[in-house]
C-alpha cells in the first residue's frame, strides 16, 4: 500500500515499538492533509468568489451558528479521542518490557555511551545485540542529561543521573541503526553517537565470548579501552586533528606552551594531574572544559592510558 | 479637551473620569498583584511539598532546628501589626490624621521587631554551621539531604523577608505623605493599597510558620 | 452636527456626532518633541512604540543570529563556526526571539497602543507603571547583554539543570535579567486586565468588547498567573548556581525532572502569551477586510479563556521522555488535545466569516491568509505531537523546531505582521506602499516554508535538534532551509524598508482608510494625546457592518461619567435628528 508520506519516515527495524506508531503518524497525517486541503481551498474560494466588487458592498449579518459551532467542536473532539487512544496504545507498549528481553547496562556521559553487560564486557558506542529477541537498555547519566534516541526503532528516553530509565526493542534482522543523544549536552553533543549493530544470535554469542570478562588484555589495550569508555577522545584526537582539548597524537613528551605563558614537557604526571586536576595547567590555545575524573579511574587505569598515549608516537 | 471642565481634585490623574473610578482601579490593580505575589509564593511552596512528600523524616527532624518559641512570637507581632494597618486605614477614612500616623508607626515598629527576631533566627544558625545549599556544616543530626530542608527554609524566609522589607519601605513611605496631610476621608487609596499589600505579607508567614517550625 | 439622545435601562446620556479630522493639528506626536520627553512619557501610545522599537532591535538581533545558525548547517561538520559558538548562538536566538520578542511583542508594542483606544480609554489604568515595565524590559535586556559579552550563554533557552548549573558560561546574569524581565510582563498584564474592567468607555459592554481586547484579557491573565512561577524558577536556578541550594542538581540532593515541571508550569502558558494576542489581531483584520460580522463573537472570545485556562495544565507533554510519572503522561497528553479544540474552533469561525464577504486583500489581509493556512499546519503538527507515542519518537527533533516556527513564526509573527500593516497608518497618519507589501508577503510565505517545511521531513526521519554536526543523509534538507532563511530574511528586510520609507514619504492616512467599525479608527490619525476629544459612546459592536458609519462617530455630548460601567445603550432608543 503506497503511502503519501513514506517517504517522511525512515525504514523501521522494530515493528515490536514502532508499528503502533508508525501507523498513527500515517493516520494523523492523512487527516491533517485532508483538513488543510480543505481550510485552503475554503481560503482561496471565498477570496476569489466574494472579493470586493465595489466599495458599498452589503453583507449579510450572519453572527452565528450554534449548530455548526457544535459540529465543529464535536468531530475534532472525536478525531483527538482516537488520535489521544491510538498514541496512548502505541506508549504502553513502549514501556511494557517482554519478560524474556536481554538486559544491557547503558551510562551516558559528556559526549559518549558506554554499554556494560552482564558477562562483563564493556564496550563504548556501540551496542551489540542479537537479532530478534527483545533488548533492554537500563540507563543512567554519569553527569548531565542525555537522551537515547534510535529513529529506526521509533524509541527515546532521557538519560537521568539521579534514577534509571529504561527503554526496549526488538531488530528483527541483522545489520545497523544509528544512535543519537537528544538531550543537549554541551560541546560535543551532536557528536555523541553511537550504533546498534545487530547480529544474528550465533554470531552474537560468538561476538560476546571474544570480548572476554572486561579488564583484559595488556596496559595498552587497557588504556585503549579506557579512553574510548571514559569518553576521552571525543575531546582529544587520536590522528592530530584538534578538538575541544589537545590531541593524543605525539602528545607523549611533547613540548606544551601553557596559558600562563610558562612550558612544560608532558610527562607521567603532567596526564596524571590533567586527568585528576584538568584545570591545574590548561595549554595554550584551549578551554578549561574538562571535568575531573577523581574517583572515577584508579591509579592503575590512569596508567594503562599513559602507556596507551605513549603508543601514539 | 471638550469635556474636560469639571474641577478636578489634586490626587486625580488625567486619564480618570472621577475619584471613585481612580480608587477601583488602584484597588482592582493591587488585587491582580497580589493574586501574582501568591502564585509567585506558589512555586517555593510547590517546592516545599514536593521534597516534604519525598523526604518526610528529613522535615520532621530538621524542623526541630528551628525554634518554635521565636517563630509564635513573631506570628504573633505579625497579626499584631496587621491590626494596626487596618486601624490606619479605618483612621484615614475617618480623617483622623493623629491615628493615622500612629498606627502606621506602630505597624512599622511591629515589622522591625519582626525582622529583628528574623537576624537572631539567622545568626544563631549561621553559627551551628546551618547555611543554605553546599556551605551547610552543621553535623547536629543525620541525613544525607539535610541541607536541602534549610535551603527551603531559608529560600521561603528568606523571600519572605524580603516582601516584609518592601513592605516597611511602602509604609514609611505612606507615614511621610501623611505628615504632609495628603490624605483624607476624599483620597486614602495609596493608605488602603499598602494595607493590602501588607495584609498578604502578614498571610504568607501564616502559612509559613506551621508548615516549617511546627512539623510533628 | 447632528446629535442623538440615547437612553437605557440605567442611564439617559446626551450623545452627539463627532467626526474624526482628516488632517489633525495635534497628534500625539507633536505633543511633546524631543528625546526626553519620549523617555520620561506616560502615554501608552508613546510607550508601546517605544516597545515597538525594542522589539523589533531583538528581531533583527535573534533574526540575524538564526542566518548565522542556517548558514553554519550549510555543511555537515565546520562551516564558519566552532561548535561552543554555535551553542551560545542557537541559545541567544531561542532567549531572545522568546523573552524579549514574542512575548511582548504583541500585548506590550500593538496592545499598549491599541488596547486603550479601543476601550475609549484617554490611557491604561496606571501610566507610570506602564512606563516602569518598559524600563524594566531595558534593564532585564541589559543583563542579557552582559552575559553575551561576558563568556555567553550555552543552556539552551530552556536551562535544563544539572547542564545549566555546571556549565562555565554566565547563566546568572541571563536568568536574573529574565527575573527582572518577567516583572515587566507582569505589571504590563496587571495594568491590561484592570483597564479592561474599569476605563472601557459608556456603552462598551462585555458583549461589545472588540475581540482583540478579549485576546489580550487572556494573555493578560497568563501573564499574572504564570509569569511569577517563572520568576520563582529562575531566582531558585540563580540561587542553585550561586550557594548549590540542592532543589533542582543532583549533585546536591535535588531533581532536574523537577526543574522541568517548574520551567514549563511558565513556559508552556507563555506559548499562549505568545499567539493568544495573535489571536485578537486576525478577528479585527479579518472583518475590516471582508467588511462583514464576525462569526461567532462568543465562541472566539470564549475560546481565548478556555485555551488560557486549559492552557495551564498542559505542560507536561514538554517532559513524555522525561522520566516523568506515567499517570502524569497520561493526564498531560489527554489535556493536550482538549487544547486543540477551542484553537480548531476559531480557526473554522474565521474562515466562516469571509462567507460572503466583501473580501478586499490587502497587504494586513494577505498576512491573515498567510497565518490561517501556516498556523493550520502549526496546529495539526501539534496533534501528532501531543500524542504519546508519535511524541516519544518526534521529541527534540527538527519535527518540534518546525512545529514552533510554524505556530510561533507562522502565528504569532504573521500576526504581528498583519497588525502592524493594519495599525500602521494610525500610528503614524502615513500609508505604506502596498504594492511592496504585497512582494514582501509573497517572500515572507515562501521564504518561511522552504525554510521549514523540509525540518519536518528530516525531523520525522531522525534529526535531533540543537546539533552542531549532522550525518550526510540531511545535507539536502539542510542545504533547503538555508535557502529558505535567506529568502525570508530577505522579505523581512524589505518591510523593514517600506515602513521606514512611509514614514518620510508616505501619503497621509486618513482617519479609517479601512473603513473599520472598530472604535480606534473613530480617533485622528495619529490619534490626538487623550486618543479621542471627547468621551465616546458606543451604540454599537464592532462588527456591525450593517450599521452606517455615522452611528459609530459618537460621543458624549456634555461631560459625564460613565465609564467603566455596565450601561447598555440601547441601539434602537437612538434618535437621530
Known amino acids: ?313 | 479637551m471638550a469635556n474636560h471642565s469639571t474641577t478636578h481634585p489634586a490626587h486625580l490623574h488625567h486619564h480618570f473620569v472621577d475619584s471613585d473610578q481612580q480608587f477601583d482601579a488602584a484597588k482592582m490593580g493591587m488585587w491582580v498583584f497580589l493574586v501574582n505575589e501568591i502564585l509567585f509564593f506558589g512555586g517555593l511552596f510547590c517546592a516545599y511539598i514536593v521534597f516534604r512528600a519525598w523526604y518526610p523524616d528529613l522535615f520532621q527532624e530538621a524542623s526541630h532546628e528551628l525554634n518554635t518559641l521565636w517563630g509564635a512570637v513573631n506570628t504573633a507581632v505579625l497579626i499584631g501589626s496587621s491590626l494596626t494597618v487596618a486601624m490606619a486605614i479605618r483612621s484615614a477614612q475617618k480623617d483622623q490624621q493623629r491615628g493615622l500616623r500612629i498606627n502606621l508607626l506602630i505597624t512599622i515598629a511591629l515589622a522591625c521587631v519582626f525582622m529583628v527576631i528574623k537576624a537572631f533566627e539567622y545568626s544563631h544558625k549561621f553559627e551551628l554551621g546551618i547555611f543554605p545549599g553546599e556551605w551547610y556544616t552543621y553535623t547536629g543530626f543525620e541525613h544525607p539531604k539535610a541541607s536541602v530542608f534549610f535551603s527551603i527554609y531559608y529560600m521561603m524566609t528568606g523571600v519572605h523577608a524580603l516582601h516584609v522589607l518592601v513592605g516597611i519601605g511602602l509604609i514609611f513611605w505612606i507615614y511621610r505623605r501623611s505628615v504632609k496631610g495628603e490624605f483624607s476621608s476624599e483620597y486614602y487609596t495609596p493608605v488602603e493599597i499598602t494595607g493590602l499589600y501588607w495584609h498578604l505579607v502578614d498571610l504568607i508567614w501564616i502559612f509559613l510558620f506551621p508548615l516549617l517550625y511546627l512539623i510533628e | 452636527m447632528a446629535t442623538a439622545e440615547v437612553s437605557s435601562n440605567i442611564k439617559k446620556l446626551q450623545v452627539k456626532r463627532f467626526k474624526p479630522a482628516e488632517d489633525p493639528k495635534n497628534t500625539y506626536l507633536t505633543d511633546e518633541k524631543g528625546l526626553w520627553a519620549w523617555l520620561t512619557t506616560v502615554d501608552h501610545k508613546k510607550i508601546g512604540l517605544m516597545y515597538l522599537g525594542a522589539v523589533a532591535f531583538f528581531f533583527l538581533l535573534g533574526g540575524l543570529l538564526a542566518l548565522a545558525l542556517r548558514t553554519e548547517l550549510w555543511t555537515p561538520a565546520k562551516t564558519f563556526i566552532e561548535a561552543d559558538t554555535y551553542n551560545q548562538i542557537f541559545t541567544l536566538h531561542g532567549a531572545i526571539m522568546v523573552f524579549f520578542v514574542l512575548v511582548p511583542s504583541i500585548p506590550a508594542a500593538l496592545g499598549n497602543f491599541i488596547l486603550p483606544m479601543q476601550v475609549g480609554a484617554k490611557d491604561v489604568a496606571f501610566p507610570r507603571l506602564n512606563l516602569a515595565s518598559f524600563y524594566i524590559y531595558v534593564i532585564g535586556a541589559i543583563f542579557t547583554f552582559i552575559a553575551l559579552f561576558n563568556n555567553g550563554l550555552d543552556t539552551g533557552w530552556t536551562f535544563y539543570t544539572p547542564y545549566s548549573t555546571t556549565t562555565t558560561t554566565s547563566v546568572i546574569w541571563v536568568t536574573l535579567g529574565v527575573f527582572i524581565l518577567g516583572f515587566s510582563s507582569i505589571l504590563t498584564g496587571t495594568n491590561f486586565i484592570t483597564t479592561i474592567h474599569k476605563l472601557r468607555a459608556p456603552g462598551i459592554t462585555w458583549s461589545k468588547l472588540p475581540l482583540n481586547i478579549w485576546a489580550l484579557y487572556a494573555t493578560s491573565i497568563i501573564q499574572v498567573l504564570a509569569t511569577p512561577v517563572l520568576a520563582i524558577t529562575v531566582l531558585l536556578l540563580t540561587m542553585e548556581r550561586f550557594m548549590g541550594l540542592g532543589i533542582f542538581d543532583p549533585a546536591n540532593g535535588g531533581d532536574p525532572v523537577l526543574f522541568q515541571h517548574f520551567f514549563w508550569f511558565y513556559s508552556h502558558p507563555a506559548v499562549y502569551i505568545m499567539i493568544v494576542p495573535g489571536f485578537g489581531i486576525i478577528s479585527e483584520v479579518i472583518t475590516t477586510f471582508s467588511k462583514k460580522h464576525i462569526f461567532g463573537y462568543w465562541a472566539i472570545a470564549l475560546s481565548s479563556l478556555a485555551i488560557a485556562f486549559i492552557g495551564f495544565l498542559v505542560w507536561g507533554h514538554h517532559m513524555f521522555t522525561s522520566g516523568q510519572s506515567a499517570v502524569a503522561t497520561t493526564v498531560f497528553s489527554f489535556l493536550t488535545f482538549l487544547v486543540g479544540i477551542p484553537t480548531g474552533i476559531k480557526i473554522l469561525n474565521w474562515v466562516a466569516t469571509l462567507y460572503k464577504g466583501s473580501i478586499e486583500m490587502k497587504t494586513p489581509m494577505l498576512y491573515v491568509f498567510i497565518f490561517l493556512f501556516l498556523f493550520s499546519i502549526g496546529g495539526f503538527t501539534g496533534i501528532m505531537l501531543g500524542s504519546l507515542s508519535a511524541d516519544i519518537h518526534l521529541h527534540d527533533t527538527y519535527y518540534v523546531v518546525a512545529h514552533f516556527h510554524y505556530v510561533m513564526m507562522g502565528g504569532t509573527l504573521m500576526a504581528l505582521l498583519a497588525g502592524l500593516h493594519y495599525w500602521w497608518p494610525k500610528m503614524t497618519g502615513k500609508m505604506y506602499s502596498e504594492v511592496w507589501g504585497k512582494i514582501s508577503a509573497v517572500l515572507v510565505f515562501i521564504g518561511f516554508n522552504l525554510t521549514f517545511l523540509p525540518q519536518f521531513v528530516m525531523g520525522a526521519q531522525g534529526m535531533p535538534r540543537r546539533y552542531y554536526n549532522y550525518i550526510d543523509q540531511f545535507t539536502p534538507f539542510h542545504q533547503t532551509s538555508t535557502i529558505g532563511s535567506y529568502v525570508l530574511g530577505l522579505g523581512l528586510f524589505i518591510t523593514l524598508f517600506y515602513l521606514l520609507h512611509s514614514l518620510w514619504r508616505g501619503k497621509k492616512a486618513g482617519s479609517n482608510p479601512w473603513n473599520s467599525r472598530g472604535l480606534e479608527w473613530q480617533a485622528t490619525s495619529p490619534p490626538d494625546f487623550h486618543n479621542f476629544d471627547h468621551t465616546p459612546v458606543v451604540i454599537h459592536g464592532p462588527y456591525d457592518y450593517h450599521k452606517p458609519m455615522e452611528e459609530f462617530q459618537l460621543g458624549l455630548a456634555v461631560s459625564h461619567n460613565g465609564h467603566g460601567e455596565e450601561t447598555d445603550v440601547k441601539e434602537s432608543k437612538v434618535t437621530t435628528n
Not at chain 1, 201 to 220: I, N, R, S
Open chain 1, 1 to 313: 500500500m503506497g503511502r503519501i508520506f513514506d517517504f517522511m519516515l525512515p525504514e523501521l527495524k522494530s515493528p515490536a515499538t514502532g508499528a503502533t506508531t508508525d501507523a498513527l503518524i500515517h493516520f494523523v497525517n492523512e487527516v491533517s492533509l485532508i483538513f488543510l486541503v480543505g481550510i485552503t481551498f475554503a481560503l482561496i474560494y471565498f477570496a476569489v468568489k466574494y472579493r470586493r466588487r465595489s466599495e458599498d458592498d452589503k453583507t449579510p449579518v450572519i453572527t452565528h451558528n450554534n449548530k455548526l459551532e457544535i459540529t465543529w467542536s464535536v468531530i475534532p473532539l472525536l478525531l483527538v479521542m482516537v488520535v489521544f487512544g491510538w498514541g496512548y496504545k502505541g506508549w504502553l507498549n513502549l514501556n511494557t518490557v517482554p519478560d524474556d528481553a536481554y538486559e544491557i547496562q547503558v551510562t551516558g556521559f559528556k559526549w559518549g555511551w558506554t554499554f556494560n553487560y552482564n558477562t562483563g564486557a564493556q564496550i563504548a558506542n556501540e551496542v551489540h545485540v542479537p537479532a530478534g529477541k527483545p533488548v533492554k537498555l537500563v540507563m543512567k547519566s554519569q553527569d548531565v542529561l542525555h537522551s537515547f534516541y534510535v529513529p529506526e526503532y521509533r524509541i527515546k528516553h532521557d538519560v537521568l543521573p539521579n534514577r534509571y530509565t529504561f527503554v526496549w526493542f526488538q531488530a528483527e534482522e541483522a545489520g545497523e541503526s544509528q544512535v543519537f543523544c537528544t538531550e543537549y549536552c554541551g560541546t560535543s553533543h551532536s557528536n555523541m553517537l553511537a550504533k546498534v549493530i545487530v547480529h544474528e544470535p550465533e554470531d552474537f554469542e560468538t561476538w560476546l565470548a571474544k570480548q572476554g570478562t572486561g579488564g583484559g588484555g595488556t596496559p595498552v589495550e587497557r588504556g585503549e579501552n579506557l579512553v574510548q569508555l571514559q569518553g576521552c577522545v571525543t575531546c582529544h584526537s587520536q590522528d592530530g586533528s584538534d578538538l575541544i582539548g589537545p590531541t593524543f597524537q605525539g602528545l607523549w613528551e611533547r613540548e606544551e606552551r601553557l596559558a600562563d605563558g610558562s612550558t612544560i614537557t608532558v610527562d607521567e604526571n603532567y596526564i596524571r594531574e590533567s586527568i585528576l586536576d584538568p584545570s591545574a595547567k590548561i595549554v595554550e590555545g584551549y578551554q578549561n572544559q574538562m571535568a575531573s575524573y577523581e574517583g572515577r579511574l584508579t591509579d592503575e587505569q590512569i596508567s594503562d592510558i599513559i602507556e596507551y598515549i605513549k603508543t601514539l608516537n
